[in-house]
């Protein structure tokens, strides 16, 4: 269904599976940010996947390497390129598609307090065998040259705590309203009764 943004947390999503399925989202118009990049997994072990990575490295233009290709580190801009080679990028509805797209390694402001979704087609608990191996994109990226996986990491530790603390907050705020709302039933049973025959659901 089209809404206005979608926020989707990557955690625990195969890359391919989740790129594809966000690529045809961005071609159909919706825009669409991807937080928690570094714990994106890659079906596969570790050091076959490292190696995969060493060759790509490898792969440059012979006379004048700042021609590209570019090989990004940071989990965020893997999976933004992955997504870009799914998309007519060269064409203008693809620049346009790839406009809309904006991923980030863990999870920054204002994102930390919007809701956010999974995408169940690509889970890697429903996609990929108990006993298969597999990689974390973050802990592939720290050994190809990523340098900020330790900073990220206790970034998302301040931003977990300030979130179990609102939780809380919210949980306690939900328990006096329940309260006052039991406590003044019985005071009020006539002005519901009005409101419900007026059309009106009261919780």
């Known amino acids: 269904m089209f809404e206005k943004k979608i926020v989707i947390n990557c955690k625990g999503h195969l890359l391919g599976r989740l790129a594809s399925i966000i690529a045809k989202e ?45 090989h990004f580190r940071a989990p965020s801009k893997i999976l933004w390129r992955t997504i870009r080679g799914m998309l007519p990028h060269k064409t ?8 809309r797209l904006q991923t980030f390694d863990g999870c920054p402001p204002p994102f930390d307090r919007t809701k956010k979704m999974v995408v169940p087609e690509a889970l890697r608990v429903l ?64 002005e519901y009764e009005v409101l419900e025959s007026s059309g009106y659901f009261l919780q």
Do not use: M
């Open 26 to 70: 961005l071609l159909n118009g919706q825009k669409v940010v991807a937080v928690n990049c570094e714990d994106i997994n890659i079906s596969g072990r570790l050091i076959r996947n490292k190696l995969l990575y060493l060759s790509f490295l490898k792969k440059r233009t012979n006379t004048n390497p700042k021609k590209g290709p570019i």
């Open 127 to 190: 996609r990929l065998a108990p006993n298969r191996k597999y990689t974390v994109l973050g802990q592939l990226s720290s050994q190809v040259g990523w340098k900020y996986g330790a900073t990220v990491e206790r970034l998302e530790e301040k931003r977990k705590v300030k979130a179990a603390a609102w939780y809380e907050r919210q949980q306690a705020l939900s328990a006096l309203r329940q309260k006052a709302i039991a406590n003044t039933a019985e005071q009020l049973s006539n």
């Open 92 to 99: 203008h509805r693809g620049a346009l598609a790839l406009k």
